[in-house]
């Protein structure tokens, strides 16, 4: 899709924020970068256009199908854009750096730490949150295995792992339990609910073929 | 008058809904994102507080400037938390915090408070006396008996040395608050296990009346016995907002800031004897140890005949402790299963009958409980068979078998609950309590809907804030045995009163009538019968409301109980060239109460042993000694199980008539306690020498292997 010509994108928008216009916008880069790589990427960055920030900017997510327009700082992650700006809170912030997986949505068909990608470079993705799920009242195959097999006590890790167990199901349809515990491996629980995790992601994968085979 | 009515539980066999496993009633939300946690919140106007902490262990602070902070972009309040003088007694103190009108304004405008310290010596590392001069409390010795003569004369003595780090609990939502302070009212939504409470305790600090504090909290991501108090960040919080002119401001703390300062488990480390005879029977324990906390051993076994007991504590510059999952149980098992498993070493004996003669030792009423346990646990884990003797594997990876115990008390808090039927036939249920995920909300409602003989979805349940009757903190276990017993007698109480307008149009006295699969009908005479809705309509104008309540120096025999013990076996194979340690199987034989939801009392069991199987096998933080900074605070090293990590668990949870009749107790702790200790000597038995260290790491089981250890 060409996200140019969608009337509601707001004007200033050039269709140029990218990861290095975003961090020679901000002068500052993220711990895990090395100066080095900073520099060399700030060089091949374009000139004007491409410098954005500090302050917030419009942008355009596609999030469950639908465009969202959006104005954050460039160096607001996916994650938080979804929580402090959309009220999507299904992803949770817990690590913030890409190790818990509480924060998993599925962007172009991959499961992603939403936390590791920034908000402005999700942009022209599709972006698949727990809230495109079906809610309480007509749950997902997935919510409902983890609702059936109590893979949840506190419930703050549910929703990224929820997310996570779809991800890996589109990709796995029928995955053998030693395949579910390297599969989802990516997402940590503090209350232990992983026995549990483990009957609902079979369950799941079970009730998606069948509902592929209805349908 | 009538005479008090029967609270009592209805037998095991005619329930309907308790007993049941009933699916979680906050599933359907949890698992669809839906849920809305303390730190999803946004009130209209919200700021996004940050704080600034001491990177130092120790440092006085000689001065905090904020002037550029407050000019920066979208700044509304800066409060300074530790003005100079202050001494700073670990690294993550608190200085100062910002509240802006983004999250990133704030983190830019924190970054421009400028702190100078004056830098003083530090301790940071825990598992070494030796180097903890002067931050040493003797605490004594006890003596029982005649240790020194007993030792003397031993046909054996064994001895070891044993220790279990600092842990932190590393809640998935950590903890921070939502506040808005406006004029002489504070509303309040804490991440808390004590929604009662919270305010009385928020209220000596702000000077705001208790009664002004309105607290309320949907659901939280995990506390683990963190996450009682308002904290400093509670008081921040209100601070910031009451100088921002009252605009709510949401204060949660970071990762790292998380793992520094808002959850240690105290360590335990020390050297233990064990004097006995070849029989297997314990004759002396003389134990030397240090904690940051109190450690009273030995654990369980607390009526050895000769005993000499010393302890020290050490204060180290570290995050305060806080109560973790029950509190010190864990280290103490896991030095005294520890201890127990060495003296069975030593004698070439079963720990199986060693810990049967040890237990001997244990109070009265539980002796022939854990003997039962253990007998229990061997047979599930085909015991017999399956364990060798200590160090008898050969090959790269071993196998060894090993055994811990455990004791917890669990029973009730005080709970008040109030039970309204309308002339509609709606119900409502309210308490003041909070659901942990431990399945609070759906055990209450279980209980409404067997006493009022309705099916769960005709009850209402409202909890989690300070407006409703008063229960207390959730720590303990407690919260089951109390608010089984408050919902119980609200509900029977609100059903005497239906009876009461019912009674008329069947022709009968209320003493006669009961409530029945949505129906009010006479005892023995189901003929004479009338729908709930058409008993409720008979209330007329008003509606039923009643209290019930449960009150700890008022036991309520047979409704609730406390104290169980347990016994759990861990199975587990060791690389010896890698260190690796895995889990094949986890074995739990777990001593209850009458159970209310057998599934979630069973996802509590699970849930404990992956918390232990983490603490047993990979938690450790780690310290640079000379900067006294931790290194680890994060999650990517600050090493928490995963879903592959755990083997396969399996729960003996001791369903039975003689249990029931106790009444309901607490059992999200004593499944947690026995973990360290049951890995820690399967690992022994598995490569035949101890490793003394938890977490059972590659690098302490190579360490032990390769005679690295002092």
Not at chain 2, 467 to 472: H, T, W
Request: aromatic content about 6%; glycine content about 12%.
């Amino acid at each position: 899709m060409s996200s140019k010509k969608d009337p509601q994108l707001p004007a200033e928008r050039k269709g140029r924020f990218s990861r290095r216009g975003f961090i020679r916008g901000v002068g500052i880069g993220g711990g895990a970068l090395g100066a080095g790589l900073l520099e060399k990427e700030a060089t091949a960055a374009p000139p004007a256009g491409g410098v954005v920030g500090p302050g917030a900017i419009p942008i355009t997510l596609n999030i469950n199908g639908k465009p969202v327009n959006v104005s954050v700082e460039p160096a607001v992650t996916l994650s938080d854009a979804l929580r402090d700006y959309l009220d999507m809170t299904g992803s949770k912030r817990v690590c913030d750096r890409g190790t818990c997986g509480a924060c998993t949505v599925i962007m172009n068909g991959k499961s992603v730490y939403s936390c590791t990608v920034l908000a402005i470079d999700a942009q022209g993705k599709n972006i698949e949150t727990i809230e495109g799920l079906g809610g309480p009242d007509k749950m997902h195959p997935v919510s409902q295995a983890f609702w059936n097999n109590d893979a949840q006590q506190c419930g703050y890790c549910t929703p990224g792992f929820v997310m996570a167990c779809k991800g890996f199901l589109d990709e796995h349809p029928n995955p053998s339990p030693e395949d579910v515990k390297h599969g989802l491996g990516g997402n940590l629980c503090r209350c232990g609910t992983y026995m549990g995790v483990r009957k609902a992601v079979l369950e799941a994968a079970a009730a998606m073929k069948g509902a592929k085979k209805n349908g | 008058m009538a005479d008090t009515p029967d609270y009592s539980w209805p037998s095991m066999e005619s329930r309907k809904a308790m007993g049941k496993s009933i699916k979680r009633l906050d599933g359907p939300v949890k698992s669809t994102g839906r849920a809305k946690y303390t730190s999803d919140l946004r009130p209209r106007d919200m700021l996004y507080a940050v704080y600034v902490h001491s990177p130092h262990a120790h440092a006085r602070v000689t001065g905090v400037d904020t002037s550029d902070a407050e000019k920066s972009a979208g700044v509304k309040a800066v409060h300074v938390t530790a003005p100079a003088g202050t001494e700073v007694q670990y690294q993550g103190w608190e200085i100062a915090a910002v509240a802006a009108t983004t999250e990133q304004a704030a983190r830019v405008a924190a970054g421009r408070i400028r702190v100078e310290y004056e830098v003083l010596p530090h301790l940071v590392k825990d598992d070494d006396l030796s180097k903890a001069t002067g931050r040493t409390k003797q605490g004594g010795e006890k003596v029982v008996g005649d240790p020194d003569e007993t030792f003397k004369n031993a046909e054996v003595v064994s001895e070891g040395q044993y220790g279990i780090p600092i842990a932190n609990h590393c809640c998935l939502e950590p903890h921070g608050a939502v506040i808005q302070w406006q004029g002489d009212k504070v509303y309040a939504w804490p991440s808390t296990q004590d929604v009662t409470t919270w305010a009385t305790q928020l209220s000596p600090n702000i000077k705001v009346d208790a009664t002004n504090i309105k607290v309320k909290m949907d659901y939280i991501g995990g506390g683990f016995g963190s996450k009682f108090g308002p904290d400093a960040w509670g008081e921040t919080a209100a601070r910031l907002s009451q100088k921002a002119g009252g605009r709510p401001v949401k204060l949660f703390l970071e990762r790292d800031a998380e793992l520094m300062i808002a959850g240690n488990r105290p360590p335990a480390y020390g050297k233990i004897r064990i004097a006995g005879k070849k029989d297997g029977t314990i004759t002396g324990w003389q134990s030397d140890t240090w904690s940051t906390g109190n450690m009273p051993l030995p654990y369980i076994i607390d009526q050895i005949p000769n005993m000499r007991i010393k302890h020290d504590t050490v204060s180290i510059n570290s995050g305060p402790s806080r109560a973790w999952r029950a509190p010190n149980n864990q280290q103490l098992s896991y030095l005294t299963c520890s201890a127990l498993e060495d003296f069975a070493a030593k004698i070439a004996m079963d720990p199986i009958e060693v810990f049967k003669k040890a237990v001997e030792y244990a109070p009265k009423a539980r002796v022939e409980l854990y003997k039962y346990q253990l007998d229990k646990a061997a047979e599930l884990t085909d015991w017999k068979n399956q364990w060798k003797p200590r160090g008898s594997g050969s090959g790269t990876v071993r196998r060894g078998l090993g055994l811990g115990i455990s004791a917890w008390g669990g029973a009730g808090h005080n709970s008040n609950c109030r039970t309204t039927i309308n002339p509609d036939g709606s119900v409502l249920v309210e308490i003041g309590t909070q659901d942990l995920g431990t399945g609070t909300r759906t055990i209450i409602t279980q209980v409404a809907a067997e006493s009022l003989g309705l099916p769960m979805g005709k009850v209402k349940l409202v909890i989690g804030s300070n407006d409703l009757p008063p229960d207390a903190a959730s720590g303990g276990s407690s919260t089951v045995g109390g608010v089984t017993v408050s919902t119980r007698r609200s509900s029977v109480n609100a059903l005497a009163k239906l009876f009461e307008a019912a009674a008329p149009a069947l022709s009968a006295q209320p003493a006669d009538l009961e409530a029945v699969d949505g129906h009010i009908r006479v005892k023995g005479s189901p003929n004479k019968s009338m729908t709930w809705e058409t008993a409720c309509k008979k209330i007329g104008p008003g509606k039923i409301s009643e209290m019930g309540s449960f009150n700890r120096r008022q036991p309520a025999p047979g409704m609730n109980d406390q104290g169980v013990g347990g016994v759990q076996i861990a199975d587990v194979s060791v690389d010896t060239e890698t260190g690796l340690v895995k889990i094949n199987h986890y074995t739990a034989v777990q001593d209850c109460g009458l159970i209310v939801n057998p599934r979630l009392a069973e996802s509590q069991i699970y849930g404990a042993i992956i918390m232990g199987i983490s603490t047993a096998l990979y938690e450790e933080r780690f310290f640079d000694q000379q900067t006294g900074k931790y290194l680890n605070a994060d999650m990517e090293f600050y090493k928490l199980a995963g879903i592959g990590d755990i083997g396969d668990i399996k729960v003996h949870l001791d369903i039975r008539p003689e249990n029931d009749k106790r009444g309901v107790i607490g059992l999200g702790e004593p499944p947690a306690v026995a973990i360290c200790a049951a890995i820690g000597n399967a690992v022994t038995n598995a490569i035949g020498i101890r490793v003394p260290h938890i977490p059972m790491t590659p690098s302490h089981v190579l360490d032990a292997l390769e005679g690295r250890i002092a």
